[in-house]
């Protein structure tokens, strides 16, 4: 008797525990990619330099997965772990898309790039990076994508370096 009321309690206490649970966030357990929140560290909206000029924007743990799924689809092929495969000097890291010329270091100049590729001192045009217009990701999309590639090079071990 003493056991099935010790049981009995034991499932009631952890019916309430996973309701509670799935109740909590169960849209965003199950829109985040998980290496957004472990090697990111992203579990709530984080802002981001939009321009160099002080103005920011609000990016969500799904924003930044869906960047992340765009990257893996359209950009790891030539940039594992933030590396640049076919230059190797020109990396997606904090420090290399800071001395970028323009500087690369803020949503919208990313943004810039990908819509209209250059190298990276700006003075020839490229033909490692593609152009990404309008017709093949939205403005929403090519924002999530770079809002993934400027938290990866802040905050992922390695990124953008020989050790990723």
């Not at 290496?35 to 920011?56: A, F, K, M, S, W």
């Not at 990016?59 to 190797?88: I, M, R, W, Y």
């Not at 400027?150 to 071990?157: E, F, I, Y």
Request: aromatic letters at 10%; glycine letters at 4%.
């Amino acid at each position: 008797m003493l056991r099935r009321l010790f049981y009995l309690r034991l499932v009631i206490a952890v019916a309430v525990v996973l309701v509670v649970m799935l109740q909590s966030s169960p849209a965003l357990a199950a829109s985040t990619d998980p290496y957004v929140v472990r090697y990111l560290h992203v579990t709530e909206p984080i802002d981001l330099d939009l321009n160099g000029q002080g103005e920011t924007r609000s990016f969500s743990p799904q924003d930044l997965s869906s960047g992340k799924q765009l990257f893996e689809t359209n950009c790891l092929s030539c940039h594992v772990g933030g590396a640049t495969l076919p230059d190797p000097l020109v990396s997606l890291s904090l420090k290399k898309l800071k001395d970028a010329n323009p500087p690369r270091d803020n949503i919208n100049n990313l943004v810039a790039y990908f819509r209209q590729p250059m190298t990276y001192d700006g003075s020839e045009e490229s033909y490692w990076c593609r152009q990404v217009p309008e017709s093949w990701l939205s403005k929403e999309e090519v924002e999530s994508l770079a809002a993934f590639i400027l938290t990866a090079a802040q905050k992922a071990p390695g990124w953008g370096s020989e050790n990723f």
